[in-house]
């Protein structure tokens, strides 16, 4: 369901919402069903959550063991997706532009956090540091960038050669 819109926020007519091919390859199962109980943003000091892959998607956790950090995206499935002006506050007197805050409201309504591995259980991975409603559709899954060197073959654009 949508949220409501608050005094002086704007929105756009925004496009019809099937213009991008994204499949929802997962499920993340949280303890949190209301939106008013979800942290603003994820802590690693948090509850453990579940990640829950899709078939044929659970092989692809191939190797993730190795990484402490896990850069997670998701679908905000229960947000507007016309607000282009927003009051964060909701207090009417300070206006930000959607692409300035974090906020779930956006056009294209993804999220993500690093989260910590805690575990993995055959297809699913026990992480902490989300703050996402309980089923909220999973996108993608990447080692975080400060763990993670390319296992590619190096090339100029790279700049630093590998030692
Ligand atoms: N960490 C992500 C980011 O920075 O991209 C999301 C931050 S957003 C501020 C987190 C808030 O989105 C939660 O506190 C909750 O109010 C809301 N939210 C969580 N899951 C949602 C969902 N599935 N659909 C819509 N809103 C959601």
Known sequence: MQSRLRDGER???????????????????????RR???PRQGRQDGPDCRIELFDPWGDALLGIED?????????????RRDLVI???????????????????????????????LMGVEGHCLIVRGLDCL????????????????????WKAADQTPPE
Not at 17 to 29: E, P
């Open 11 to 33: 929105t756009v007519e925004a496009p019809a919402s099937d213009d991008a091919g994204l499949h929802f390859i997962g499920r993340i199962r949280t303890p949190w069903t």
């Open 36 to 38: 008013a109980d979800c």
């Open 67 to 79: 990484y402490d950090q896990l850069e997670i995206l998701y679908w905000l499935d229960r947000s």
């Open 86 to 116: 927003q009051n964060p506050k909701n207090d009417g007197k300070r206006f930000v532009g959607t692409f300035a805050l974090r906020s779930p409201q956006r056009p294209n309504p993804i999220g993500t956090a690093s989260v910590r």
């Open 134 to 153: 309980d089923g909220t559709p999973l996108v993608d899954i990447k080692p975080d960038r400060c763990d993670f060197s390319p296992e590619a073959p």
